[in-house]
Nanobody, 124 residues
Framework: QVQLVESGGGLVQAGGSLRLSCAAS????????MGWFRQAPGKEREFVAA???????LYADSVKGRFTIFRDNAANTMYLQMNSLKPEDTAVYYC??????????????????WGQGTQVTVSS
């Protein structure tokens, strides 16, 4: 069992930057595959980025080159650095954790644990 708490959301102008954090409880953080998803009002939850236990990363095409996912296992924390933000990035951002290796990093149903979400609003 792991508990996830996101922070770092807020209001930013287009072109600006934010860094989201996801703090995890427990002593086995390094064994989890971690991901970020987002959900805008009236839309499906969509994949943003993921990082495996070994540090392999995957990004949605819409954020590639602008967002960076990374993790600090010693601090039990995962991050999402978001640069060049656009109004279409506005959403509630959720972090997720999956036990071990999962077959598809971008499918939210394969993750086992979720945070409560943090709002990111990008104004034009």
């Amino acid at each position: 069992q792991v508990q996830l708490v996101e922070s770092g959301g807020g209001l930013v102008q287009a072109g600006g930057s934010l860094r989201l954090s996801c703090a995890a409880s427990g002593r086995t953080f390094s064994s989890y595959t971690m991901g970020w998803f987002r959900q805008a009002p009236g839309k499906e939850r969509e994949f943003v980025a993921a990082i495996t236990r070994s540090g392999i990363t995957l990004y949605a095409d819409s954020v590639k080159g602008r967002f960076t996912i990374f993790r600090d296992n010693a601090a039990n924390t995962m991050y999402l650095q978001m640069n060049s933000l656009k109004p279409e990035d506005t959403a509630v951002y959720y972090c997720a954790a999956a036990n071990g290796v999962i077959p598809t990093l971008s499918v939210y149903t394969t993750y086992d644990y979720w945070g409560q979400g943090t709002q990111v609003t990008v104004s034009s």
